[in-house]
C-alpha cells in the first residue's frame, strides 16, 4: 500500500524534472540556433539591414598577451556573454573620438538592454588618458603594439584595412564578428539594426 502510493508523486516528480531540463536546453539552445540560421540563411528578422552582414561569421582568434590599457591582460572570454560594439583605430584622435562618442550615444540609447553591451576600441595608440576619462567604461586593447595591429586584421572587411576604415563593428556572444557599419550609417539606423538583432537573440 505504501508503496502504491509512493509511486504516483515519484513520477510526477520525475516528469517536473524532465519538464524543466527541457525547458533549460530549449532556452540556452535557440539563441545559438537563431544566431547560425541568421548566418545560414542571411536572415534579417523584420525589414532590411543597414549593416554588412560578415559571411559566414568569423569567430576572433584571441592573443593570451594582449593587455588593457591600464596593462590588465584582456580576459580570454573578452567576447563571451555579451555584445560588442568595437571600433578599430591607429592614431586615434579626432575622428576616433567622434566616433567613440557616437558609440557611448547608442549604448545609452539601448536603455534596459544597456547591461548586455560592452564598448570596446582597439588601437595603436599608447596614450589614451584622456579617452579612459572621457569613457570610464570603454575597454581599451592597445598593446603590445605588434600583436594589437595583428588583432586588428581579423576586422578586415570588402579589403578595407580596419584601422582605417572608420567602421562600427559588432560582435555577437559567442565571440563572432557578424556585422560591420559603413562610416556614413546614419545613427539612428545602426540603433535599429543592434536593437533588432538583440530582440531576436536571447543570447548576451
Not at 44 to 68: D, I, K
Not at 100 to 115: A, D, F, G, N, T
Not at 118 to 125: D, F, K, P
Not at 181 to 201: E, H, N, Q, V, W
Request: net charge neutral; hydrophobic share 45%; aromatic share 8%.
Amino acid at each position: 500500500m505504501h508503496t502504491e502510493i509512493e509511486n504516483p508523486e515519484y513520477l510526477a516528480r520525475q516528469g517536473r524534472g524532465r519538464l524543466m531540463l527541457i525547458s533549460m536546453l530549449i532556452f540556452f539552445v535557440t539563441p545559438i540556433v537563431v544566431v547560425i540560421a541568421m548566418y545560414k540563411l542571411d536572415w534579417r528578422p523584420q525589414g532590411n539591414s543597414v549593416g554588412e552582414l560578415v559571411v559566414p561569421a568569423r569567430l576572433l582568434n584571441m592573443q593570451h598577451t594582449l593587455l588593457l590599457s591600464d596593462g590588465k591582460l584582456v580576459p580570454a572570454n573578452i567576447w563571451k556573454d555579451k555584445w560588442s560594439m568595437l571600433y578599430v583605430a591607429g592614431d586615434c584622435a579626432e575622428q576616433c573620438n567622434r566616433k567613440l562618442h557616437l558609440m557611448r550615444q547608442l549604448h545609452v540609447s539601448l536603455y534596459k538592454e544597456i547591461p548586455r553591451m560592452q564598448r570596446v576600441l582597439i588601437t595603436t595608440s599608447q596614450d589614451v588618458t584622456a579617452f579612459n576619462k572621457a569613457y570610464p567604461e570603454l575597454l581599451i586593447m592597445n598593446q603590445p603594439v605588434v600583436e594589437i595591429s595583428a588583432l586588428s586584421e581579423q576586422f578586415q572587411v570588402n579589403n578595407e584595412p580596419a584601422m582605417s576604415s572608420d567602421r562600427i563593428y559588432l560582435i555577437d556572444p559567442l565571440g563572432h564578428l557578424m556585422m560591420s557599419f559603413a562610416p556614413d550609417t546614419d545613427p539612428a539606423l545602426i540603433r535599429k539594426d543592434i536593437t533588432r538583432l538583440m530582440k531576436y537573440s536571447w543570447a548576451g
